[in-house]
């Protein structure tokens, strides 16, 4: 009767079996490193495009420099508009004062600053221990501390004058410890957009 039975049992038992052994077969051949894999590829892509963000922005900003630029400056504006945080993090370690005086256009330094006023919009002022001439006080417009900002423009002129050098110091140090006191995640200050795009420079 056991006899029988087992016999009977037998090819549910090879079926059972084959199928045991099949699905066995699956595990051992299946792709299992492709998760590793796909999450290195991605951190990896990532880290690729960072890469080409950072370039296409250190690129834009050593390229504003003279009069406005007309298209490739908007192009550039587009550059740090679309990537904010991040044109900040580049531009600040940058931030060196410059010989001061007056020039046509805006040397790239004076760019640099005009682009963090704009993503941010904050705008700092310093005195100066130099004594402004006449010319100078009409371009840089000392508040009523005497306080002046780091350039003075007259946009339809295409004109700058850059302010001495102390207070050049003072403002960029100003900058320095803004950004020393905002976390990573701390959202940017809202940028000012009451002003057209095609003149955010002024």
Wanted: charged share 20%.
């Amino acid at each position: 009767m056991l006899a029988s039975v087992a016999v009977r049992l037998l090819p549910r038992q090879l079926r059972f079996l084959a199928c045991a052994c099949a699905a066995f077969l699956l595990l051992l051949t299946a792709p299992a490193p492709a998760v590793a894999a796909s999450t290195a590829d991605s951190t990896a892509a990532e880290f690729a495009h960072l890469a080409r963000t950072d370039s296409l922005i250190l690129a834009s900003l050593d390229r504003m420099r003279g009069v406005v630029q007309g298209a490739d400056t908007m192009v550039a504006w587009k550059v740090f508009e679309a990537h904010p945080r991040r044109t900040v993090v580049l531009l600040m370690p940058t931030l060196r004062s410059i010989p001061h005086g007056l020039s046509l256009g805006a040397p790239n330094m004076v760019w640099r600053v005009r682009v963090l006023q704009r993503l941010t919009g904050l705008t700092f002022r310093a005195r100066t221990r130099a004594r402004l001439g006449e010319e100078e006080k009409k371009w840089l417009a000392p508040d009523s501390t005497g306080a002046v900002p780091f350039a003075g423009e007259n946009a339809a002129r295409g004109m700058t004058w850059v302010a001495p050098r102390d207070a050049q110091r003072d403002i960029l140090d100003q900058w320095r410890r803004w950004w020393d006191g905002i976390s990573l995640s701390t959202p940017l200050p809202v940028k000012d957009r009451s002003r057209d795009g095609a003149t955010w420079w002024y």
